[in-house]
């Protein structure tokens, strides 16, 4: 009880600066609490603590106005650390090693944006995962994981990486850059490019294909089948 109160306390004081079917909660509810900043003025903070079984561990799950904080250890130790830009947390298994592991998404303009921690079985804890700031997709009965991002234009230009997970940082192999906007195509035609990238440098990425945009994607909707499609038939090509 005491790490507990210690725990609400620290969440309290941060707030001025600023479920799945293999867990189980046990809530432990913390009524809405006044804060007084400056006399005659007030600010309410709604603070919930759960209690989250995941892999057989216990964790403790802090939210600050409905919306996921952040986790814990039973001892209090930080395991994803409090930002008040997190808003859904998601229990699922990223790596496919059979253990679950967690996502957090982030308030972003990118939607896909967020951060990735794997289950370590030995330390029975979390991980982050570094360079790793997407819902990476992992590409089945390989080492290998892809990503998508928008790159401007409405999202008719877009981006991709091809990576692995190594000492729990996230290595590229692959580049791939789709340029679809439609807008004085003259002078920027549509086309996606290709890159293998070099000891791991994106900045030493060589160019190795150039593909017809518009025959390989002939509808706005159609990218997103392309790009998990490519990498899985060619991630051969990109292993050093």
Same mark, same amino acid.
């Given at each position: %009880? ?10 309290? !004081? ?5 479920? @799945?079917? $293999?867990?189980?909660? #046990?809530?432990?509810?913390? $009524?809405? !609490? ?7 003025? +007030?600010?309410?903070? &709604? ?9 057989? +561990?216990?964790?403790?799950?802090? @939210? ?9 250890? %039973? ?47 030995? !330390? ?5 995962? #570094? ?23 409405? &999202? ?6 091809? @990576? ?19 807008? #004085?195509?003259?002078?920027?035609? +549509? ?10 440098? %994106?900045?030493?990425?060589? !160019? ?33």
């Amino acid at each position: %009880m005491k790490i507990l109160l210690n725990i609400l306390l620290l969440i309290i !004081l941060t707030s001025f600066n600023s479920k @799945s079917s $293999d867990r189980t909660i #046990e809530r432990k509810s913390t $009524d809405s !609490l006044l804060i007084q900043n400056k006399p005659q003025q +007030q600010k309410k903070v &709604d603070i919930q603590m759960d209690t989250l079984k995941i892999n057989g +561990q216990k964790f403790i799950q802090i @939210s600050k106005g409905g919306r996921f904080n952040c986790l814990l250890s %039973m001892q209090g130790d930080t395991i994803v650390k409090s930002e008040d830009y997190y808003f859904e947390f998601k229990i699922l298994d990223i790596d496919e090693d059979g253990t679950k592991d967690i996502r957090v998404f982030a308030f972003s303009n990118t939607p896909n944006q967020c951060d990735n921690y794997l289950f370590n079985k030995k !330390l029975k804890t979390f991980i982050l995962v #570094e360079n790793c700031a997407f819902d990476i997709q992992k590409i089945k009965g390989t080492d290998f994981f892809y990503c998508y991002n928008r790159a401007g234009c409405a &999202d008719m230009n877009w981006e991709s990486h091809l @990576s692995k997970i190594e000492n729990y940082k996230l290595v590229d192999y692959g580049y791939k850059y789709g340029q679809g906007c439609d807008f #004085e195509i003259e002078k920027n035609p +549509q086309i996606i490019k290709i890159y293998k990238v070099l000891n791991s440098d %994106m900045y030493a990425k060589k !160019l190795i294909k150039e593909l017809s945009y518009q025959k390989h994607i002939k509808e706005f909707g159609n990218k997103w089948d392309f790009v998990a499609n490519y990498w899985t038939k060619n991630y051969k090509m990109f292993e050093n």
